[in-house]
T-cell receptor, first 110, second 113 residues
Framework: DAKTTQPPSMDCAEGRAANLPCNHSTISGNEYVYWYRQIHSQGPQYIIHGLKNNETNEMASLIITEDRKSSTLILPHATLRDTAVYYCIAPSSGTYKYIFGTGTRLKVLA | GAGVSQSPSNKVTEKGKDVELRCDPISGHTALYWYRQRLGQGLEFLIYFQGNSAPDKSGLPSDRFSAERTGESVSTLTIQRTQQEDSAVYLC???????????FGSGTRLTVV
């Protein structure tokens, strides 16, 4: 797996965009970037994943730099319910052992 | 079912007792995973099942831990002679195939006293 680095915590005002960065400078060409989040006392929830193109779904957008060494998860209009720990992972192709680090603890403020 | 179901949601046990944790994956998901999450920590991989293939048990921390899965359905994680350091949330996830987006259950919070 490519090593990923995320800031330990971030705050965001309710209604504003939350931009969560992830560094994965050792990522190889066929490794996807996945984002999950874990709301207190729940199991992690899949958000989005991508390889090289930017991706968008109903939950978030994923922006991957052209060199693929970093990415940003964007929650366009953060709500209080988006307060959670956000994990960025880049598992090796064909592996199933996702390595979840300590992620970024996002706090959305009213 | 609609999601991954785990039971019990909470379990308090005395040190030295055995416990059994259950996971019902999403119907049709061939891959099933167990993870452990200690308080304030990230997730630790424990074991992986894929269809009828031999499971990958490389993450099990000791021989007190074992897991079984019947075909592509229910899985049980058994911890024998529980120790206080086994206290954690045990999370189960399933996916359609390996390396496909996981769906996690809500976990079993195990407290060993």
């Amino acid at each position: 797996d490519a090593k990923t680095t995320q800031p330990p915590s971030m705050d965001c005002a309710e209604g504003r965009a939350a931009n969560l960065p992830c560094n994965h400078s050792t990522i190889s060409g066929n490794e996807y970037v996945y984002w999950y989040r874990q709301i207190h006392s729940q199991g992690p929830q899949y958000i989005i994943h991508g390889l090289k193109n930017n991706e968008t779904n109903e939950m978030a957008s994923l922006i991957i730099t052209e060199d693929r060494k970093s990415s940003t998860l964007i929650l366009p209009h953060a709500t209080l319910r988006d307060t959670a720990v956000y994990y960025c992972i880049a598992p090796s192709s064909g592996t199933y052992k996702y390595i979840f680090g300590t992620g970024t603890r996002l706090k959305v403020l009213a | 079912g609609a999601g991954v179901s785990q039971s019990p949601s909470n379990k308090v046990t005395e040190k030295g007792k055995d416990v059994e944790l259950r996971c019902d994956p999403i119907s049709g998901h061939t891959a099933l995973y167990w993870y452990r999450q200690r308080l304030g920590q990230g997730l630790e991989f424990l074991i992986y099942f894929q269809g009828n293939s031999a499971p990958d048990k490389s993450g099990l921390p000791s021989d007190r831990f074992s897991a079984e899965r019947t075909g592509e359905s229910v899985s049980t994680l058994t911890i024998q002679r529980t120790q206080q350091e086994d206290s954690a949330v045990y999370l189960c996830a399933s996916s359609l195939t390996a390396n496909y987006g996981y769906t996690f259950g809500s976990g079993t919070r195990l407290t060993v006293v």
